[in-house]
């Protein structure tokens, strides 16, 4: 007596079809996604960066007795400039001294010209299109650790239209120096819960 043989049954072209159009569906949203997460991870460097040298340039303020500039510039070196106030900025590096670091061709810390420290935007950010939009472009702590008035940085990918408050977008963040205390914090200005201590002021 024969035994039955079993017929073995593979995939068919339209199941392997669907298959493969569900793969790609996920591959498109993952990307998406990791797209978005670069960008707020670049974001967050650089206002990470911004709150670093503010808090240097706070403490360096208390620690002389003296008043202490943090500017952001154009460049580092000779032809530097100022960045335009309430101006969206991809060339900014941040400069920490004691004089105007303009006026002295932005020259390397630890000269006897004043500067204590810089730091280019490529740190961190590489060389993506990470924006700054300074309501001062430089500011002085006194030896109190105060201010002369309040400054918000904003930092975004190409300008604030470009960021939003869903879970895959890009999400700007602010930095901000209240007056006239000098205290520095960064929130997220898509927050809008008063009860979320990441809101803006």
Same mark, same amino acid.
């Given at each position: 007596?024969?035994?039955?043989?079993?017929?073995?049954?593979?995939?068919?072209?339209?199941?392997?079809?669907?298959? !493969?159009?569900?793969?790609? +569906?996920? *591959?498109?949203?993952? @990307?998406?996604?990791?797209?978005?997460? +670069?960008?707020?991870?670049?974001?967050?460097?650089?206002?990470?960066?911004? @709150?670093? /040298? !503010?808090?240097?340039?706070?403490?360096?303020? +208390?620690?002389?007795?003296?008043?202490?500039?943090?500017?952001?510039?154009?460049?580092?070196?000779?032809?530097?400039?100022? !960045?335009?106030?309430? %101006?969206?900025?991809?060339?900014?590096?941040?400069? *920490?001294?004691?004089?105007?670091?303009?006026?002295?061709?932005?020259?390397?810390?630890?000269?006897? &010209?004043?500067?204590?420290?810089?730091?280019?935007?490529?740190?961190? &950010?590489?060389?993506?299109? +990470?924006?700054?939009?300074?309501?001062?472009?430089?500011?002085?702590?006194? /030896?109190?650790? $105060?201010?002369?008035?309040?400054? &918000?940085?904003?930092?975004?990918?190409?300008?604030?239209?470009?960021?939003?408050?869903?879970?895959?977008?890009?999400?700007? *963040?602010?930095?901000?120096? %209240?007056?006239?205390?000098?205290?520095?914090?960064?929130?997220?200005?898509?927050?809008?819960? %008063?009860?979320?201590? $990441?809101?803006?002021?």
């Amino acid at each position: 007596m024969l035994s039955a043989v079993k017929k073995q049954r593979g995939m068919t072209l339209v199941e392997q079809c669907i298959v !493969l159009v569900i793969i790609g +569906i996920l *591959l498109v949203l993952a @990307v998406r996604s990791f797209s978005a997460w +670069i960008q707020n991870l670049r974001i967050r460097a650089a206002a990470e960066s911004i @709150v670093t /040298g !503010l808090q240097l340039a706070r403490s360096e303020a +208390i620690k002389r007795n003296a008043n202490v500039r943090f500017s952001l510039v154009t460049g580092l070196g000779a032809g530097c400039a100022y !960045l335009n106030d309430n %101006s969206d900025s991809s060339a900014w590096h941040w400069m *920490l001294s004691t004089i105007d670091p303009v006026a002295h061709s932005c020259p390397n810390p630890g000269s006897d &010209t004043g500067v204590i420290q810089a730091a280019s935007r490529e740190e961190g &950010t590489g060389n993506s299109d +990470i924006r700054i939009k300074a309501t001062m472009a430089s500011i002085t702590f006194n /030896g109190l650790a $105060r201010i002369s008035s309040a400054v &918000t940085y904003q930092v975004s990918r190409g300008g604030t239209a470009n960021c939003g408050a869903e879970a895959e977008s890009v999400r700007c *963040l602010n930095v901000q120096v %209240s007056f006239p205390g000098g205290q520095i914090r960064l929130c997220d200005p898509a927050v809008t819960s %008063s009860s979320d201590t $990441r809101k803006c002021e």
